[in-house]
T-cell receptor
């Protein structure tokens, strides 16, 4: 049973370019969460999605960031016009059900470096 | 506003001894807590969790203790093994939400 898959594992972008990060949840999981980890910090929640729905985006920056989880295919976190401060590790997690006290299983992360 | 605090950035322990990692929280609405382990260049791996209705949960070498009055939890690893060397994150969650609030992590080094 494959775990949460993320790609690419490393992504280098120049300022002003777009970054697209992909996440395939574990088999049987239909709930996806995105977290960001800045250097020397803990993981910070960004967004929670179910298939075709954004449930909670309270941690997403208001501009340049968007997320989707289409009916078919992986979840995508999109960052437009990247800036150096976007450099971080982005982790995706999934769970089989929604709700409180559902364990979230994390992928290996995408390390974004903005030059 | 750091709702979950791990005040010790690092800890070194001899192999075979007990490792105790501590975590404090300020949000009294938290009712579920988790510990994750993270190796470099990998994602966090779930270790153990505890609901606020309990004060202890044990799984093999790992035990989590919760002291609600002190808003404090700790992770005990005994006996510690070199493979336990990693960064450990505690996280809290409150009823009605999906997101975890993570601490900044404690780097554990188990010396052979």
């Amino acid at each position: 049973n494959a775990g949460v898959m993320q790609n690419p594992r490393h992504l280098v972008r120049r300022r002003g370019q777009e970054a697209r990060l992909r996440c395939s949840p574990m088999k049987g999981h239909s709930h996806v969460y995105w977290y960001r980890q800045l250097p020397e910090e803990g993981l910070k929640f960004m967004v929670y999605l179910q298939k075709e729905n954004i449930i909670d985006e309270s941690g997403m920056p208001k501009e340049r960031f968007s997320a989707e989880f289409p009916k078919e295919g992986p979840s995508i976190l999109r960052i437009q016009q990247v800036v150096r401060g976007d450099s971080a590790a982005y982790f995706c997690a999934s769970s089989p059900n929604s709700g409180h006290q559902e364990t979230q299983y994390f992928g290996p992360g995408t390390r974004l470096l903005v030059l | 506003d750091q709702q979950v605090k791990q005040n010790s950035p690092s800890l070194s322990v001899q192999e075979g001894r007990i490792s105790i990692l501590n975590c404090d929280y300020t949000n009294s609405m938290f009712d579920y807590f988790l510990w994750y382990k993270k190796y470099p260049a990998e994602g966090p791996t779930f270790l153990i969790s505890i609901s606020s209705i309990k004060d202890k949960n044990e799984d093999g070498r790992f035990t989590v203790f919760l002291n609600k009055s002190a808003k404090h939890l700790s992770l005990h690893i005994v006996p510690s093994q070199p493979g336990d060397s990693a960064v450990y994150f505690c996280a809290g969650q409150w009823s009605g939400t999906y997101k975890y609030i993570f601490g900044t992590g404690t780097r554990l080094k188990v010396l052979a």
